[in-house]
Every structure is written in C-alpha cells, then in structure tokens.
C-alpha cells in the first residue's frame, strides 16, 4: 500500500478515509477494520488533504493532478465516485467544509497563493482570498461557523470572520 498522508474519520463515527501519495483514497469500516472499497483513478498523485461534510455524505478531497480538487459522493456506496470536479484549479493542499455543508474551502498554490470558497452544490467559485505570501496548507471552520482560519508555508496564520473578511 502507498505511503498514508491524511486521515480523516466520518462524523458518524462509523468510516475511516486516508488519502495516499499516490492519489488515492482508502475507506474502511472505523470499527472493524473492513475496507470498504477505495477510490482511484489514472491522473491522481499525493493527496493532500481530505475532509467529510457535517452529514458524512460526501468527502472533500485537495491533491496534485486532475482534478485538484474534487468531491466524493459516498452514499452511493462502492465505487466512489466525483460528483464534483471543480475546473481550472491548480495545486490543491487544504480543503474543510462549512459548518452547514454548504460550502467548502480550498488552500493552494494556483499561482497566487489563494484560499477559495465554493459553491459545493454547483462546484462554483463563490469567493477568493488572499492574504498569504506562500502555500496555504491548512483551514478549519469554527463550530459556528463564524471563523475561518489558514495556515501557510509563510508562517502565517489568518483568521476571517463570517462573511470572510480579515
């Protein structure tokens, strides 16, 4: 098996997801240890980041090759498939989900180094930030969803209030 780079656990509780350096995405049964089947295809390679939606239904995926960045419908069962490739996107790093599930966030290099907001139903950009002189590696929500943060290779961090301003 390739070299592990991210976990991620369900909100359920009840599945396991690691995504791999070779771009693909393992699932397991969290309390067994059953795989429950993994999700790859040819143009993939490291992924990044992972992260479930509040419901569980889907899994957000940030990684190098195409689609950089994309989503996961898992309630379909085996085999997972995008339900989401969002166009255009370059190196993708990060990526966490509103609060609601409504939208998610993504932190890259795309040759500025951005954080965007999508539209999770359309895959539509909603908004770009930028306030980072390096790779965005990392962002999470407040519970509430009042807060943003990011992280970058920079060695700085940026907090955004609802509405995503600084």
Known sequence: MSEV???AICPSGKLLAAGRRD???AFWDAATGTSKGVFKDKSGTYVYSIAFSPCGG????ARIGYPNLGILDLAGGEPFRIVKKVEGYQA???VAFT???????SGGDNGNPTIK???VRTAREIQTLVS???NVYC???????RYMASASADGTIGVWRRGLTK
């Open 58 to 61: 889907f899994l957000a995926f």
């Open 139 to 145: 962002i999470a929500f407040s519970s509430d969803g």
């Open 132 to 134: 980072h002189r390096d």
């Open 23 to 25: 771009g693909a995405i």
């Open 5 to 7: 780079g991210q976990l």
């Open 117 to 119: 907001l999508w539209d």
């Open 92 to 94: 993708g790093m990060a």
């Open 99 to 105: 609060p609601d599930g409504e939208n998610l966030a």
